[in-house]
């Protein structure tokens, strides 16, 4: 939750001072507010925590979980380098002005024509499968390279979100990454990162460390049999948010004492040189910095249930019907004297799993009123699509208490504008 959005009775939800009806009223709903503080603050509290316990620190922001320009600069602007899994990606990137050699690009299932941008673009190739590498030694002479490895421990808040495993599709197994790293020794390469990344949504450091020293005992043999002193060690994103407003943050210094802790033991005892330590954060920082507003449409009675029905859906949000996710939702207007109702909350599409929330208990709502939807920073537009043909809602950055349009709302036009007819 952004930290200073208050809710005075008189005036209803204010987000860093601006107040949600003047926003309402100039960009309509549904719309997506994100606050530029929260998102530095969220990176600097990170960065800090590990920066404190080893001093050659990058943190790669994860640029799937939010694409929008303004908001890759902000993070720009703080020294973020940016994790990438597509062509889309990496151009959205240096068109906010990252420098090739700060974008990592760690694609799965890469088409010819993607590869053939990723040579263009220059920027830092992570290879996820043999053949990958195959086509990347065969048609240029990279200047760095890193191997994605699948160090088979994998965790996340869902079963969706794990992202390592012995069948996952992700990364290389152990058994083939010795030979990787010397394919490309001999091909000519002699700067070498090694990356993972487990999965999503991990509130317990536990995972983070256990897969940490198993990486770095890779690191080792990779060491013993090449002899490559890694510029990088990328242990991935995946720290997790509270979402549930019973469920507690992760403990950051644990965190930070137990995988750095880990890091550098490991570093010291195997005499492992002095890599960077990057990870890959995305829904740590801008995760709780994204707050969707949405206007309550119909109230309708079920047989056992009320429903309230709002303006976003799953074609605006899609992580409550995709993986059942929890996402805090309040009532933004003045609820003084109002009573308390449960309901599930819908949205507009032609799909019975269109629900944002099942089982809220709100202040008595009234058509027309302003619901919050929390911690829609990360995954929330990026996910978004024109399911039932609905159109793509604005975004909308709050800095230093002003507002400011970082995405225009789709319009009709949009939807026919590709079309050929
Ligand atoms: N690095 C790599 C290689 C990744 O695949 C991911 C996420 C990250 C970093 C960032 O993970 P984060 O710190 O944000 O957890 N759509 C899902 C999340 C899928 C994440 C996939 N990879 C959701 O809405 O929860």
Same mark, same amino acid.
């Given at each position: 939750m952004i930290p200073d959005m208050c809710c005075k009775e008189d005036e209803g939800l204010k987000i860093e001072g601006v107040s949600v009806n003047d926003i309402v009223e100039k960009y309509g709903t549904p719309v997506y507010v994100y606050s530029g503080s929260r998102i530095r603050e969220n990176y600097r509290r990170l960065y800090d925590a590990l920066k404190e316990r080893y001093d050659k620190?990058?943190?790669?922001?994860? =640029?799937?979980?939010?694409?929008?320009?303004?908001?890759?600069?902000?993070?720009? &602007?703080? $020294?973020?380098?940016? /994790?990438?899994?597509?062509?889309?990606?990496? +151009?959205? =990137?240096?068109?906010?002005?990252?420098?090739? *050699? /700060?974008?990592?690009?760690?694609?799965?299932?890469?088409?010819?024509?993607?590869?053939? +941008?990723?040579? /263009?673009?220059?920027?830092?190739?992570?290879?996820?499968s043999l053949s990958l590498l195959d086509w990347v030694l065969d048609k240029t002479h990279p200047e760095i390279l890193s191997v994605r490895v699948n160090p088979t421990i994998g965790a996340g808040a869902h079963e969706h979100l794990i992202t390592a495993g012995d069948d996952s599709k992700f990364g290389i197994?152990?058994?083939?990454?010795? !030979?990787? +790293?010397?394919?490309? *020794?001999?091909?000519?390469?002699?700067?070498?990162?090694?990356?993972?990344?487990?999965?999503?949504?991990?509130?317990?450091?536990d995972p983070h460390r256990k897969a940490t020293g198993k990486l770095m005992n890779i690191v080792r043999n990779v060491r013993e049999k090449t002899g490559i002193e890694f510029e990088f060690v990328d242990i991935g994103g995946g720290i997790g948010i509270p979402y549930e407003p019973q469920e507690k943050e992760m403990d950051l210094e644990r965190f930070a004492d137990e995988v750095i802790g880990c890091f550098k033991e490991k570093l010291e005892q195997y005499d492992l040189?002095?890599?960077?330590?990057?990870?890959?954060? $995305?829904? +740590?920082?801008?995760?709780?910095?994204?707050?969707?507003?949405?206007r309550v449409n119909t109230i309708k009675k079920t047989k056992s249930k009320t429903l309230a029905g709002v303006d976003a859906g799953l074609h605006t949000l899609i992580r409550p019907a995709m993986y059942g996710a929890y996402h805090h939702m309040i009532h933004t207007g003045c609820t003084v004297d109002k009573e308390m109702e449960t309901y599930d909350i819908m949205g507009p599409l032609c799909e019975s799993s269109d629900f944002l929330g099942r089982e809220r208990e709100l202040p008595k709502l009234e058509e027309s009123d302003i619901l919050g939807i929390l911690n829609a920073g990360a995954y929330g537009f990026t996910m978004a699509s024109n399911y039932n043909s609905m159109l793509k809602p604005a975004?909308?950055?709050?800095?230093?208490? !002003?507002?400011?349009?970082?995405?225009? =709302?789709?319009?009709? &036009?949009?939807?026919?504008? !590709? *079309?050929?007819?």
């Amino acid at each position: 939750m952004i930290p200073d959005m208050c809710c005075k009775e008189d005036e209803g939800l204010k987000i860093e001072g601006v107040s949600v009806n003047d926003i309402v009223e100039k960009y309509g709903t549904p719309v997506y507010v994100y606050s530029g503080s929260r998102i530095r603050e969220n990176y600097r509290r990170l960065y800090d925590a590990l920066k404190e316990r080893y001093d050659k620190i990058r943190i790669h922001f994860a =640029a799937k979980s939010n694409t929008n320009i303004s908001i890759l600069k902000i993070l720009k &602007e703080e $020294g973020a380098k940016l /994790d990438t899994v597509s062509v889309g990606e990496i +151009y959205l =990137a240096l068109k906010a002005g990252f420098r090739p *050699q /700060d974008i990592l690009f760690t694609g799965t299932n890469v088409s010819d024509d993607e590869l053939n +941008y990723l040579i /263009d673009s220059n920027v830092v190739i992570n290879v996820d499968s043999l053949s990958l590498l195959d086509w990347v030694l065969d048609k240029t002479h990279p200047e760095i390279l890193s191997v994605r490895v699948n160090p088979t421990i994998g965790a996340g808040a869902h079963e969706h979100l794990i992202t390592a495993g012995d069948d996952s599709k992700f990364g290389i197994l152990e058994r083939d990454i010795v !030979k990787a +790293y010397s394919k490309a *020794q001999h091909a000519g390469v002699n700067r070498f990162g090694i990356h993972m990344h487990i999965g999503s949504g991990i509130l317990d450091p536990d995972p983070h460390r256990k897969a940490t020293g198993k990486l770095m005992n890779i690191v080792r043999n990779v060491r013993e049999k090449t002899g490559i002193e890694f510029e990088f060690v990328d242990i991935g994103g995946g720290i997790g948010i509270p979402y549930e407003p019973q469920e507690k943050e992760m403990d950051l210094e644990r965190f930070a004492d137990e995988v750095i802790g880990c890091f550098k033991e490991k570093l010291e005892q195997y005499d492992l040189g002095n890599p960077y330590m990057c990870m890959e954060p $995305g829904r +740590y920082i801008v995760g709780d910095a994204g707050i969707i507003l949405t206007r309550v449409n119909t109230i309708k009675k079920t047989k056992s249930k009320t429903l309230a029905g709002v303006d976003a859906g799953l074609h605006t949000l899609i992580r409550p019907a995709m993986y059942g996710a929890y996402h805090h939702m309040i009532h933004t207007g003045c609820t003084v004297d109002k009573e308390m109702e449960t309901y599930d909350i819908m949205g507009p599409l032609c799909e019975s799993s269109d629900f944002l929330g099942r089982e809220r208990e709100l202040p008595k709502l009234e058509e027309s009123d302003i619901l919050g939807i929390l911690n829609a920073g990360a995954y929330g537009f990026t996910m978004a699509s024109n399911y039932n043909s609905m159109l793509k809602p604005a975004e909308i950055l709050i800095n230093d208490s !002003k507002h400011r349009l970082i995405r225009e =709302a789709e319009t009709m &036009e949009d939807l026919a504008n !590709k *079309q050929r007819y």
